[in-house]
């Protein structure tokens, strides 16, 4: 059984559609927030998440760390580096941004299974559902991750702003490029900010014309599609 633990709300970025509605903080507030957090008990404490994580590991599930940005916070940090201590790197997986992307935290990566970075656009297409530079810090952490042997997958999500096929063109030949060898494609959920676009959720219909364009893609990267 696989679990998706969100480490934390807090963020480096404030994008228009995140499904946790994750709280934005620049690197000067970040700490005072995640306190204030904890004290409203809304966040685990350190102690309290490594007990979590001993009894995920007991019970032997496979586990991909999220948020928020899950290694945002050194304690968050400690608790995946204490994952790869308890489970096989197989069973851990890392959904991160590409914001401070240290080479202590690269060095965490290259014990983990998987690790995965959004890209909805490349870099130099304006999208207003993500901040400004967003695109950009994840080709740099995806290409970090390339170089250093790190198994890392690129995934878009799909809505109005990337499913026009000369987006999705332009993200599929920039991962082949980049030697990235997986790509997922998710739907998009009016959950969290998601909700504030729930007028512009894609049809099923728009989402299998969307998998069959894409089936019509050839090259080095693996393309497969999101069940959740």
Not at 89 to 108: A, P, Q, Y
Not at 121 to 150: K, M, S, W
Not at 153 to 178: D, I, Q, S, W
Request: glycine content about 6%; hydrophobic content about 35%; overall charge neutral.
């Amino acid at each position: 059984m696989d679990v998706i633990w969100n480490l934390t709300r807090i963020c480096p970025w404030d994008c228009g559609i995140c499904c946790m509605s994750a709280i934005h903080v620049c690197a000067t507030t970040k700490f005072i927030v995640q306190q204030k957090q904890k004290e409203k008990g809304r966040e685990l404490r350190l102690n309290e998440k490594l007990a979590v994580l001993k009894q995920l590991c007991d019970l032997d599930f496979d586990i991909d760390f999220s948020g928020g940005d899950p290694l945002y916070f050194e304690e968050d940090f400690q608790l995946i580096d204490q994952a790869t201590r308890w489970l096989p790197s197989r069973k851990i997986s890392v959904s991160m941004t590409g914001s401070e992307l240290t080479e202590r935290k690269l060095d965490l990566l290259k014990r983990v299974g998987t690790v995965e970075f959004t890209l909805d656009n490349p870099p130099e297409v304006n999208n207003l559902a993500r901040p400004q530079g967003y695109h950009f810090a994840t080709v740099v952490a995806l290409q970090e991750c390339v170089e250093r042997d790190i198994k890392v997958r690129a995934v878009t999500v799909l809505y109005p702003n990337t499913m026009k096929e000369t987006n999705l063109r332009g993200v599929y030949n920039l991962l082949c490029e980049m030697g990235i060898s997986e790509w997922e494609l998710l739907r998009l959920y009016p959950v969290g900010r998601g909700r504030i676009r729930q007028k512009t959720i894609p049809s099923s219909s728009d989402y299998k014309e969307t998998m069959q364009f894409l089936r019509s893609f050839r090259g080095s990267t693996k393309i497969f599609f999101s069940t959740l």
